[in-house]
């Protein structure tokens, strides 16, 4: 099974940038779809943004289109999360996931969650 391990995280002012990093063990990498979803405080799990298998599609939450771009390295086994334009808005605990059922872009059936790594942005 694919473990997962997020980093990158800290903390970042308005308008500023951060690439997030999560690393998969494994052999079975690029069998995967990857995901990010983000939790802020006293909300729900959201998703942010998918990739497919190959990293030849992309999909993303209306909140971070534009800003955010997801990207995967398979000979690295690890799926990046470009972050730009930081508002105060976007600070949450951020996670990657995956998912080997079709339809990448559907935020359901995505598992195997990391720790997640914790995004700050101030005003």
């Known amino acids: 099974q694919v473990q997962l391990v997020e980093s990158g995280g800290g903390l970042v002012q308005a308008g500023g940038s951060l690439r997030l990093s999560c690393a998969a063990s494994?052999?079975?990498?690029?069998?995967?779809?990857m995901a990010w979803f983000r939790q802020a405080p006293g909300k729900e799990r959201e998703f942010v943004a998918a990739?497919?298998?190959?990293?030849?599609?992309?999909a993303y939450a209306d909140s971070v289109k534009g800003r955010f771009t997801i990207s995967r390295d398979n000979r690295k086994n690890t799926v990046y999360l470009h972050m730009n334009s930081l508002k105060p808005e976007d600070t949450a605990v951020y996670y990657c996931?995956?998912?080997?059922?079709?339809?990448?872009?559907?935020?359901?059936?995505?598992?195997?969650w990391g720790q997640g790594t914790q995004v700050t942005v101030s005003s």
């Open positions: 996931a995956r998912k080997n059922t079709i339809g990448y872009q559907d935020s359901v059936g995505y598992n195997g």
């Open positions: 990739i497919n298998r190959s990293g030849g599609s992309t």
């Open positions: 494994g052999r079975t990498f690029s069998t995967y779809a």
